[in-house]
């Protein structure tokens, strides 16, 4: 027979088994509490606010998972997968895949109300900022509104890549006190050699740490094959995330603290 006491206790069971916190939300997907409370601010998590705490059904976070395990889009698959901040390292077969999966990370930029910013070297080999536009409003992209509101840049390298670091300093100071991420795309430049495009990276990581800036660094898989063992693993360590994209597939991986013993 069940008493006043013991209905109460059900209903408080029930309630702390259907209500998550950012907390136990965050560690359930794999990324930091900042990410969840942006993701119910923007409504990509159906969330509630019980005074100054996000609350999300259990129920709605499986189906949150199951949408996300039913894209079968490359936009999708990164929407899911990508962070604010965000440092990745892109590993692709070929230049087509290279230009595809560079307008899905900036479509992911434009939903998640970010500034987008693609990087290009001035090379007669690679498409001009022109033929790149065309591409993203191919791509579905309203080029020219971004372009209007100052949302979407494209930036021609000249000279050496190793005044990126400036300019992105620049870039991130320039944004300061808007509120919205920075999203930045270039591809891997090894014109000064192995060792210096990884110092750039280092930099880069440290940037990424104390900013909103969301970077991808592209880079093809033939370049990738040529460097040595060592370089490759360093190449991965340094960066949260590697996204590879093939023919065969896409596979997406995190770089994550070592266990405890």
């Given at each position: 027979?069940?008493?006043?006491?013991?209905?109460?206790?059900?209903?408080?069971?029930?309630?702390?088994?259907?209500?998550?916190?950012?907390?136990?939300?965050?560690r359930?997907?794999g990324?930091?509490?900042?990410?969840?409370?942006?993701?119910?601010?923007?409504?990509?998590?159906?969330?509630?606010?019980?005074?100054?705490s996000w609350?999300?059904?259990?129920?709605?976070?499986?189906?949150?998972?199951?949408r996300?395990?039913r894209?079968?889009?490359?936009?999708?698959?990164?929407?899911?997968?990508?962070?604010?901040?965000?440092?990745?390292m892109?590993?692709?077969?070929?230049?087509?895949?290279?230009?595809?999966?560079?307008?899905?990370?900036?479509?992911?930029?434009?939903a998640?109300?970010?500034?987008?910013?693609?990087?290009?070297?001035d090379?007669?080999?690679?498409?001009?900022?022109?033929?790149?536009?065309?591409?993203l409003?191919r791509a579905?992209?309203?080029?020219?509104?971004?372009?209007d509101?100052?949302?979407?840049?494209?930036?021609?390298?000249?000279?050496?890549?190793g005044?990126?670091?400036?300019?992105m300093?620049?870039l991130?100071?320039?944004?300061?006190?808007?509120?919205?991420?920075i999203?930045?795309?270039?591809?891997?430049?090894?014109?000064?050699?192995?060792?210096?495009?990884?110092?750039?990276?280092?930099?880069?990581?440290?940037?990424?740490?104390?900013?909103?800036?969301?970077?991808?660094?592209?880079?093809?898989?033939?370049?990738?094959d040529?460097?040595?063992?060592a370089?490759?693993r360093?190449?991965?360590?340094?960066?949260?995330?590697?996204v590879?994209?093939?023919?065969?597939?896409?596979?997406?991986?995190?770089?994550?603290?070592?266990?405890?013993?």
């Amino acid at each position: 027979m069940m008493t006043a006491e013991s209905v109460a206790t059900g209903q408080r069971s029930h309630v702390e088994e259907e209500l998550l916190s950012a907390e136990e939300v965050a560690r359930v997907l794999g990324v930091g509490q900042v990410t969840v409370w942006r993701w119910c601010r923007e409504g990509s998590l159906p969330c509630m606010k019980i005074g100054r705490s996000w609350r999300l059904r259990r129920s709605a976070l499986e189906e949150f998972l199951r949408r996300s395990e039913r894209s079968s889009t490359l936009v999708g698959q990164l929407r899911s997968f990508v962070q604010v901040p965000d440092n990745i390292m892109a590993i692709v077969q070929g230049r087509e895949l290279m230009s595809r999966l560079d307008f899905a990370f900036l479509r992911v930029g434009e939903a998640r109300g970010g500034t987008l910013v693609k990087y290009q070297r001035d090379d007669p080999r690679l498409p001009s900022t022109d033929e790149l536009r065309e591409e993203l409003r191919r791509a579905g992209m309203e080029v020219d509104r971004l372009e209007d509101a100052r949302r979407l840049r494209f930036v021609t390298e000249v000279g050496e890549p190793g005044n990126r670091m400036e300019e992105m300093r620049r870039l991130v100071a320039g944004e300061a006190g808007n509120d919205r991420s920075i999203w930045i795309n270039f591809n891997w430049d090894l014109s000064t050699g192995i060792e210096e495009a990884l110092a750039q990276q280092r930099a880069l990581t440290e940037l990424v740490e104390d900013s909103g800036l969301v970077i991808q660094t592209t880079v093809l898989e033939d370049d990738l094959d040529e460097w040595p063992g060592a370089t490759q693993r360093q190449a991965h360590v340094m960066h949260s995330g590697t996204v590879w994209l093939s023919e065969a597939g896409l596979a997406l991986s995190r770089v994550v603290p070592p266990p405890a013993l």
